[in-house]
């Protein structure tokens, strides 16, 4: 089944319009990259598809329904998400934190159960947050705050994660583990992974499908070997201090 599904999608506010016409479609096990320039939409988009912002028009399906038909209770259970602004959660433990993905399971008291730390756990273990676990989540570092929110989406269990810049405060091996362990979770549990990424490198050597973003408000979507070998890539990337190997898929700077 399409997990995700954009239909004329046109995104923004009342007051302005920012991508136009979106069509695209994400299929269970799949990592997608979101990429384009600075002020194209990416966190829009991230936001409408979630259904915590209205679409100007057109559609957001997901598992063939429209967004809108489904309960906030229905979509906790369906979609989660880890934004640019999530991670400023003060006066809570990382354990407690990553324990509020539970919430859409825990019932009225929000009381976990023993196999509810047992998620917990799992996924703290999986980001690699476990030596910091009990440590006010104010008092980490901007990467293990990150590490720390995308174990909370984890742990939320739906088919659909989203992530605006996960892997924008790490050191760049990390930013690799993340990377893998996103693309681990797609192949083998089955996730809809779409994360918004600045890092073009890393997304094509990683990700099964980009979706490309242009200035215009447009959307292009492929694999990266296909928007590679199309100039789709170059045409967003390159000037005259980068060059592009299609080939390789890979950038070089011109010194």
């Known amino acids: 089944m399409t997990m995700i599904t954009l239909r004329n999608l046109t995104t923004g506010y009342k007051d302005k319009t920012v991508s136009r016409c979106l069509n695209a479609e994400l299929q269970p096990e799949q990592l997608t990259c979101l990429i384009g320039p600075n002020g194209t939409g990416k966190s829009t988009l991230l936001r409408t598809i979630a259904n915590f912002q209205d679409a100007l028009s057109g559609e957001v399906m997901i598992a063939g329904r429209n967004i809108t038909g489904y309960s906030s209770e229905e979509l906790s ?7 640019t602004d999530n991670t400023h959660i ?10 509020m993905g539970r ?5 009225f008291w929000g009381r976990l159960s023993s196999h509810d730390h047992e998620v917990v756990e799992r996924c703290i273990q999986l980001v690699g947050v476990e030596n910091v676990a009990r440590q006010q989540i104010q008092t980490l ?3 293990e705050r990150q590490k720390t929110m995308i174990a909370k ?3 939320q269990e739906t088919p659909i994660i989203l ?22 979770l797609a192949h083998n549990m089955g996730k809809t992974i779409l ?10 050597q990683t990700c099964d499908n980009i979706w490309l973003l242009d200035a215009d408000g447009g959307l292009m979507s492929g694999t990266p070997a296909q928007l590679s070998e199309s100039g789709a890539i170059e045409r967003h990337v390159v000037n005259e201090n980068i060059e592009f190997d299609r080939s390789r898929m890979t950038f070089r700077i011109r010194l």
């Open 77 to 83: 259970k369906l979609i989660s998400i880890v934004l």
């Open 90 to 99: 003060k006066g809570l433990t990382a354990y407690e934190v990553v324990g």
């Open 103 to 107: 919430s859409p399971y825990t019932g």
């Open 141 to 143: 570092s901007d990467g």
């Open 153 to 155: 989406a984890m742990a």
């Open 163 to 184: 992530l605006d810049e996960p892997t924008a405060f790490l050191y760049y091996p990390n930013k690799v583990a993340v990377m893998l362990m996103l693309r681990e």
């Open 195 to 204: 994360m918004s990424i600045h890092d073009i490198d890393l997304a094509l």
